[in-house]
């Protein structure tokens, strides 16, 4: 059986509601780059059958930038990088709603707070709960990223109007250590249990080309499966100048796409959302991300790195088919 042959048939049987067996996901994810586009067409019928043709928009305000006491070795947010990247307390209220309501008068789903650190403080909290109080959100999700949380205060975001908490747990929890010893892999998934104990949606995913490898790549997405996770953002590394992993070169554009549909053979039916990196590291290939089992998109600037812009995204979809959700 040829590869496209094998793969089609497989993602049938997921549609069919069938759950691979583990070697078949190893086969997919030890895929050499030479074979990825074999995987397409089927990744493709996957983001199809679950997800149509209308893709999620999502966009996010940096409300809070720098001065991180954690020592994630990809973060120029962290006090331990040496970056130059800009460093600010919470940004106003007002700074906040109008973000948000710029975001609401363009086809964007959902707009999301994002704040460094560990976690906020009880003001902080209150600050951003305030901030979402204004803005109308008939149409537009609003979401928060807030960092690690406890449930008090995840019900303090709830009853602002927040519908969906990120809280990303970055890497295999096997894999963590080497990127991470200032807090645990399982303390990011508690707070994505108390967020759904909580009744958030969640949106949590991963950053991939930190030197993990295929098998931890398919062992983070078992444990989001396992989570239940109702959205899953891929972030592909960006080497920041300052940072620990300023050289790192671990992604290839076929290696991105083979990521993209390992994550929806394993989690069929969730929002696959591409957010940082995507031009960065796909270069050409960027527009195959749909092909590869992409649902969503993250558009406009990221946290710290500049982004595509919302025309050039729309314009994009129109090309390719799509339309925002």
């Given at each position: ?6 793969f ?10 069938q ?13 050499p ?19 149509g ?6 966009t996010?305000?940096?409300?809070k930038?720098g001065?991180c ?25 007002h ?13 964007i ?7 460094s650190?560990?976690?906020p403080t ?7 709960c ?20 406890d ?45 759904k ?15 993990e ?9 078992l444990e989001?499966?396992?989570l ?58 960027h ?12 558009t406009g ?20 088919g799509?339309?925002?959700?």
């Amino acid at each position: 059986m040829t590869p496209a042959r094998f793969f089609l048939e497989l993602a049938e049987t997921i549609l069919a509601g069938q759950e691979p067996s583990r070697s078949e996901y190893l086969r997919l994810a030890e895929l050499p780059d030479t074979e990825v586009i074999h995987l397409l067409p089927a990744a493709d019928r996957l983001r199809d059958g679950f997800c149509g043709r209308r893709i999620h928009l999502c966009t996010i305000l940096n409300a809070k930038s720098g001065n991180c006491t954690e020592d994630c070795a990809f973060c120029s947010q962290s006090r331990r990088s040496h970056s130059a990247t800009p460093c600010y307390p919470l940004k106003s209220g007002h700074e906040m709603e109008a973000a948000a309501r710029k975001a609401a008068s363009t086809p964007i789903h959902r707009f999301s707070l994002v704040t460094s650190g560990k976690g906020p403080t009880p003001s902080e909290v209150e600050k951003i709960c305030a901030a979402a109080s204004g803005p109308k959100k008939e149409r537009l999700g609003f979401c928060a990223s807030l960092g690690i949380l406890d449930r008090e205060q995840l019900k303090r975001l709830k009853d602002a109007g927040f519908s969906r908490y990120h809280h990303n747990l970055e890497t295999a929890e096997s894999f963590f250590p080497s990127i991470c010893t200032s807090h645990t892999w399982e303390e990011r998934a508690a707070t994505v249990r108390e967020a759904k104990a909580a009744g958030f949606s969640v949106c949590c995913g991963g950053l991939f080309g930190l030197g993990e490898s295929d098998r931890q790549r398919l062992e983070l997405a078992l444990e989001l499966k396992k989570l239940s996770v109702d959205a899953v953002p891929i972030n592909f590394l960006a080497p920041i100048s300052g940072t620990p992993l300023e050289g790192a070169s671990f992604l290839t554009p076929w290696r991105c796409l083979k990521i993209i549909a390992l994550f929806r053979f394993v989690l069929p039916d969730r929002e696959i959302l591409i957010c940082g990196g995507r031009e960065h590291n796909l270069r050409s290939l960027h527009p195959l991300v749909f092909t590869a089992g992409a649902s969503g998109i993250m558009t406009g600037n990221y946290l710290t790195t500049e982004g595509r812009q919302l025309k050039d995204d729309l314009e994009m979809l129109r090309d390719l088919g799509f339309q925002p959700r």
